[in-house]
């Protein structure tokens, strides 16, 4: 069975026989949610959604410093 090491807290995370990219995992330490994002050797990232990127939600004027 292949692990990997949690991002988070270092916990080494079990992934099955067979990983495969994509593949989610949940941490059984910290309950982080992963994403496997290389295979060899096996490694785990924070996954990325579109969903979850709030800066598409506001235009560049929100982030704009006022000057007076």
Do not use: H, I
Request: proline share 9%.
């Amino acid at each position: 069975m292949a692990k990997a090491d949690c991002p988070s807290c270092g916990n080494k995370v079990p992934l099955g026989p067979k990983p495969k990219m994509g593949q989610r995992v949940k941490c059984s330490a910290c309950y982080t949610e992963l994403e496997v994002v290389w295979l060899e050797p096996v490694e785990l990232d924070w996954p990325y959604d579109d969903d979850d990127d709030e800066y598409d939600e506001f235009d560049e004027a929100d982030y704009e410093e006022e000057t007076y």
